[in-house]
């Protein structure tokens, strides 16, 4: 969509942050392809002179923009990962408005993968419990997520997960009769699945991949220290964390490894987590198309080769 204009910028953080604001410069920055992103300057007399970073998209987006301001309070909450600290979230100027602190970036660093993997594991920690689901269904990129409770973990992920994406396939007609054959046979096994998992549920980030964790600044770490943005979250099983990790996550053996020295994943985890990656796969062929076709193909094979 076309980025808002300077004067559009001014008025809407003029409403949702600071009405002496005064923006000095506005710059178009990567990781807008669903929404606009901005690099904004600006001095006000709440924040000070600083730079900040804001989404916006249509007024209809706003229950997105809502979402992922839910999900990076949550996070920051448990004080275990750097996430952006979120400003002001809210329709102004006739567009939706998502607007944080802006994060310096940094070259990783040798250590920065085993922190990455330590302060994951952290989060996951700190968090544990036996929640399942949201307070609310919220969005995997721009698809509906749904979130409502389930009476136990594998029957989440049968009906909220892989059975909610091979429902929305088979109404796009993206799927053929072998991949549907498939997908039904896992959302029956899962039970026998997903067995020997922890029994514990803990905060996910939801849609942790490559793109959404950066090396970054802090004043108290100039040297960058891991941080993780545009978050999906729910309470779920932590194995499921890894599913968008192994498919676009480009971690190293040293993340996994500090994962596990820090709480240790219960044996088998390599094989359950296809089922979050198909998951995925299935969000990628109901948003992208026949493109990720014969990934689901493989990875569905694949789980019911190892039930």
């Known amino acids: 969509m076309k980025p808002p204009s300077p004067a559009n910028v001014s008025a809407a953080f003029c409403q949702l942050i600071d009405p002496s604001i005064r923006i000095s410069e506005v710059r178009s920055v990567g990781g807008g392809c669903i929404s606009n992103a901005l690099k904004i300057t600006l ?37 275990s990962i750097v996430v952006p600290k979120p400003l002001a979230v809210g329709i102004a100027a006739e567009q939706a408005w998502l ?26 920690r700190v968090t544990a419990g036996n929640p399942i689901g949201w307070r609310s269904d919220n969005f995997l990129g721009s698809a509906i997520q749904p979130n409502t409770a389930t009476a136990c973990w594998a029957e989440f992920v049968a009906e909220n997960r892989i059975g909610f994406q091979l429902r929305w396939a088979i109404d796009q007609q993206r799927v053929d009769a072998k991949l549907r054959r498939d997908g039904e046979a896992i959302v029956a096994a899962m039970p026998e699945l997903l067995s020997g998992r922890a029994d514990e549920t803990s905060l996910l980030h939801g849609d942790l991949w490559s793109g959404n964790y950066l090396c970054g600044a ?49 044996d088998g985890w390599q094989y359950r987590i296809n089922v979050y990656v198909l998951y995925h796969l299935l969000n990628h062929l109901n948003l992208f198309g026949s493109g990720y076709l014969g990934q689901c193909h493989r990875v569905a094979s ?6």
């Open 43 to 79: 001095a006000s007399e709440r924040l000070g002179n600083r730079r900040v970073f804001a989404k916006s998209n249509e007024a209809g987006f706003i229950e997105n923009f809502q979402s992922e301001w839910d999900g990076l309070n949550a996070l920051a909450a448990a004080e």
């Open 302 to 307: 694949e789980i019911l080769r190892t039930k």
């Open 218 to 266: 802090t004043d108290d770490h100039h040297c960058g220290v891991p941080v993780i943005i545009d978050p999906a979250v729910y309470y779920g099983c932590r194995e499921a964390e890894f599913g968008m990790l192994k498919l676009f996550g480009s971690c190293p053996s040293e993340f996994y490894d500090a994962y596990q020295s820090t709480w240790p994943l219960p």
């Open 99 to 124: 607007i944080t602190e802006w994060m310096e970036t940094r070259p990783a660093s040798d250590r920065f993968f085993a922190d990455f993997g330590r302060q994951l594991a952290e989060l996951h």
